[in-house]
């Protein structure tokens, strides 16, 4: 008997699991991103660490605010903690699970049924039980790889969690800085237009203007001021977004450097589109999902093959209390369980069909994860690229609009032009003043959209 279980557990030992083995799909990559114009030597902007990237000393403050209370990432954290449980109780599988039971009848009795090792209704008994699952096919290793690949998957829903927490409040924090921005420009224009409203009145009372003027300016007065009542209420509904990603009630955000005065690194280089299929979380996180459904086949595959047990029992009995622990009632058994399917074998067959189906769809998904992360790489590279061109033709602009107003100010007060030119000289320079603070806002938000494509933050430390 001895060596027969030798020769059992050394065959367990050498036993192949059944199903196919994990490995990472061959996806055609090439070289070098479409729209990059970076040497390809220079590192990637996604190997900086978040805190390197955005500088500000307040918008560190509040994504470390961010990272630790926010909601979202702490459900992501627990989930965490239930696949280690997930996975630990997937290991006890391994080893053999005891089982112990005792009887203690409330009447004994002396007479009747009297076995040596035999436990009876009428009898005292202390037993254990031992069961075994001897992983012949594989099933137990083939179900703890997907438990662990689960535990990954989530694992690497926690970093894209935090890249995307990191992301979400530093978009945020730039919006806000540009309704900030966009109020001040719509305050002082509104200003402005109060100061031609006098003066068109005083032309007006002189009779040296039409009541046309007077109400064209009013309109545009007016104007100004329904544009300063709608930035505000954005900027009110901004705070309140940044205060849930930062786990708080709604509440007024501290502000530190302006809009204009973030700096951002003059190169934002992306790297290989090779490295992004190691980097970027949403990408492992299929990955791993995709190995779990691979492990998946080979446990369902187990299923359809007996399950070899080796079970056990030892125990004490007695109808006499007095006599329990004795060496006559001393009882022990031990033996090898053969246990397969027979009439459910065509359902576990359909079991591993479904299986072999799921993982052909996290297959499909994690090609199509992969389309869309060069997909977002691609449209950041070109918007960071098109966004400071932008800019600095917006930056032209302001200054010749400015100047333009100027000369029709002027004119317009010596009575050289009508209303017309100023009218349209200063609406031209309200809107490409807020189309400038736009721009700005879209050039940080560019970076920062890049380094979340790129999988940026890949240091393992999240926080300053």
Not at 98 to 127: A, H, I, K
Not at 158 to 172: E, F, P, T, Y
Not at 287 to 301: D, F, H, P, S, V
Not at 338 to 343: C, D, N, R, S, V
């Amino acid at each position: 008997m001895r060596f027969f279980l030798i020769l059992l557990l050394s065959g367990l030992a050498s036993a192949c699991a059944l199903g196919p083995d994990y490995s990472r799909p061959d996806v055609q990559v090439s070289e070098t991103f479409r729209m990059v114009e970076e040497p390809k030597s220079l590192p990637s902007i996604a190997n900086l660490p978040w805190w390197e990237l955005l500088k500000d000393p307040t918008l560190q403050e509040l994504i470390n605010i961010a990272l630790a209370e926010n909601r979202e990432l702490q459900r992501t954290v627990s989930a965490i903690e239930e696949f280690e449980a997930r996975l630990a109780a997937a290991r006890t599988s391994f080893i053999p699970q005891v089982e112990g039971n005792s009887r203690f009848p409330s009447l004994g009795r002396s007479g009747g049924l009297r076995l040596d090792g035999f436990p009876s209704d009428f009898s005292y008994s202390v037993l254990g039980n031992l069961a075994w699952e001897l992983d012949v096919w594989g099933r137990i290793r083939r179900s703890t790889e997907a438990s662990l690949a689960d535990l990954l998957t989530r694992e690497e829903n926690r970093r894209a969690v935090v890249l995307a927490l990191v992301s979400g409040v530093a978009q945020a924090y730039f919006d806000l800085l540009q309704f900030d921005m966009q109020l001040d420009i719509a305050k002082r224009t509104l200003q402005s237009w109060k100061e031609s409203v006098r003066i068109a009145k005083a032309r007006l009372r002189r009779g040296v203007a039409s009541k046309l003027d007077a109400d064209q300016f009013e309109a545009e007065q007016a104007n100004a001021a329904a544009r300063v009542a709608e930035f505000e209420r954005r900027m009110i509904q901004k705070e309140n977004e940044l205060s849930v990603l930062l786990g708080r009630n709604p509440t007024d955000i501290k502000r530190g450097k302006l809009l204009t005065e973030q700096v951002m690194p003059p190169e934002v280089p992306a790297g290989l589109p090779s490295e992004l299929l190691q980097r970027r979380p949403d990408i492992l996180q299929a990955e791993q999902a995709l190995a779990a459904a691979t492990a998946r086949i080979g446990a369902a595959k187990a299923a359809r093959f007996p399950k070899v047990t080796l079970t056990g029992i030892l125990g004490v009995a007695s109808p006499r209390l007095s006599n329990l622990f004795t060496s006559e009632g001393t009882f022990g058994a031990s033996g090898l369980n053969l246990i397969g399917p027979l009439l459910d074998a065509n359902a576990l067959g359909f079991q591993q069909d479904a299986a072999e189906a799921q993982a052909k769809q996290t297959l499909a998904q994690y090609e199509q994860t992969i389309l869309v992360a060069f997909k977002e790489v691609e449209d950041a590279l070109v918007a960071v690229q098109t966004a400071r061109e932008q800019r600095q033709a917006q930056i032209d602009q302001v200054d010749a609009l400015r100047s333009a107003l100027r000369l029709a100010n002027l004119r317009y007060r010596g009575g050289v032009t009508s209303y017309i030119d100023v009218l349209i000289a200063k609406r031209n320079l309200f809107d490409a003043e807020l189309s400038l603070t736009e721009t700005h806002r879209l050039h940080l938000v560019s970076v920062v959209q890049l380094y979340k494509a790129l999988g940026g933050g890949w240091s393992p430390n999240y926080s300053t």
